[in-house]
Nanobody, 126 residues
Framework: QVQLVESGGSSVQAGGSLRLSCAAS????????MAWFRQAPGKEREGVAA???????NYATSVKGRFTISRDNGANILYLQMNSLKPEDTAMYYC????????????????????WGQGTQVTVSS
């Protein structure tokens, strides 16, 4: 049973930084594609970043250069370091997992992931 638990969400001012964590259990973390999605009120869930078992990463254009996704396969934890935060980054952030060493071309599609966490709220004020 795949379990994903996010933490690290908070309220910060624009320009600030946060690091989100996702603790994974119940499966072989190192052999899964892992990703972060976010959903703002009234908007669809969107892919933020993904990382394959091979360490290859993908980023949404809106966060490239500001966010960094990483994983600790020994501790079964996924991270998202978020710098230079903007008000438009305000959203519920979700961790997602799917079997596979590579995340593939559809890494930013919800339907590419079968397991989800409950989310952690990030609020950025101007």
């Amino acid at each position: 049973q795949v379990q994903l638990v996010e933490s690290g969400g908070s309220s910060v001012q624009a320009g600030g930084s946060l690091r989100l964590s996702c603790a994974a259990s119940g499966y072989t973390f190192s052999s899964y594609c892992m990703a972060w999605f976010r959903q703002a009120p009234g908007k669809e869930r969107e892919g933020v970043a993904a990382i394959g078992s091979n360490g290859f990463t993908n980023y949404a254009t809106s966060v490239k250069g500001r966010f960094t996704i990483s994983r600790d396969n020994g501790a079964n934890i996924l991270y998202l370091q978020m710098n230079s935060l903007k008000p438009e980054d305000t959203a519920m952030y979700y961790c997602a997992a799917n079997p596979g060493y590579s995340c593939g071309a559809y890494w930013d599609h919800e339907t590419s992931f079968g397991s989800w966490g409950q989310g952690t709220q990030v609020t950025v004020s101007s």
